[in-house]
């Protein structure tokens, strides 16, 4: 069964103060790892997709990278805007467009 | 481009009644996928549509069904509703040029309903 872990389950930071975010999976094939950005209220916002160990993709404060049993969520210099849940999907090659998902981060950024 | 809507927004119900989701994907992408939020469970895959059929499917009772029509809009039905059933019902559209092919999947604000 394809399990998705994302770890921590919320992150407290100071504005400006970089971290991570981590999603570890296991999946029975892979097609695809997504990330979504949720705000509360609303649906989930694509982020990034990545297919393949040592893929990496930036968008504006995040970077995205990929392993063969997880993947990172880089988050430099973060605003008080990026506060949100980070979740993370795997697709597995068996398994059409169903996406699994991780239980999420809940990343709060003070000013 | 007009994004993923859904309807209705919100919706209260009472057990054992039944309920219609509505979702619009968008212009041009022929997939909808339905998921089920709740704080407990997550985000969980219901079931994909892909022209017009019933593509895969998750691990929930046959009280939860769909269908897709020929311009790629799609239903949602939940029969004798259960009080677990609330939830955030999320709609999820993607561009599958055909059956081989998977691309990312864009969310709608969902349809928040609860079942009292």
């Known amino acids: 069964e394809d399990q998705v872990t994302q770890s921590p389950e919320a992150l407290r930071l100071q504005e400006g103060e970089s971290s991570s975010l981590n999603c570890s999976y296991t999946v029975s094939g892979l097609r695809g790892l997504f990330w979504y950005r949720q705000d509360p209220g609303k649906g989930p916002e694509f982020l990034f997709t990545l297919y393949s160990a040592g893929e990496e993709k930036e968008k504006e404060r995040l970077k995205a990278t990929l392993t063969k049993k997880e993947s990172f969520l880089h988050i430099t210099a973060p605003k008080p805007e990026d506060s949100a849940t980070y979740l993370c999907a795997v697709q597995a090659l068996n398994a059409g467009n169903m996406l699994t998902f991780g239980g999420g981060t809940r990343l709060m950024v003070k000013p | 481009k007009a994004g993923v809507t859904q309807t209705p927004r919100y919706l209260i119900k009472t057990r054992g009644q039944q309920v219609t989701l509505s979702c619009s994907p968008i212009?041009?992408?022929?997939?909808v996928s339905w998921y089920q939020q709740t704080p407990g469970q997550g985000l969980q895959f219901l079931f994909e549509?892909?022209?017009?059929?019933?593509?895969n499917k998750g691990n929930f009772p046959g009280r939860f069904s769909g269908r897709q029509f020929s311009n790629s809009r799609s239903e949602m039905n939940v029969s004798t509703l259960e009080l677990g059933d609330s939830a955030l019902y999320l709609c999820?559209?993607?561009?599958?040029?055909?059956?081989?092919?998977?691309?990312?999947?864009?969310f709608g604000p969902g349809t928040r309903l609860t079942v009292l």
């Open positions: 549509y892909f022209s017009e059929t019933q593509r």
């Open positions: 999820a559209s993607s561009l599958r040029v055909d059956g081989s092919s998977y691309n990312e999947q864009f």
């Open positions: 212009s041009g992408h022929r997939s």
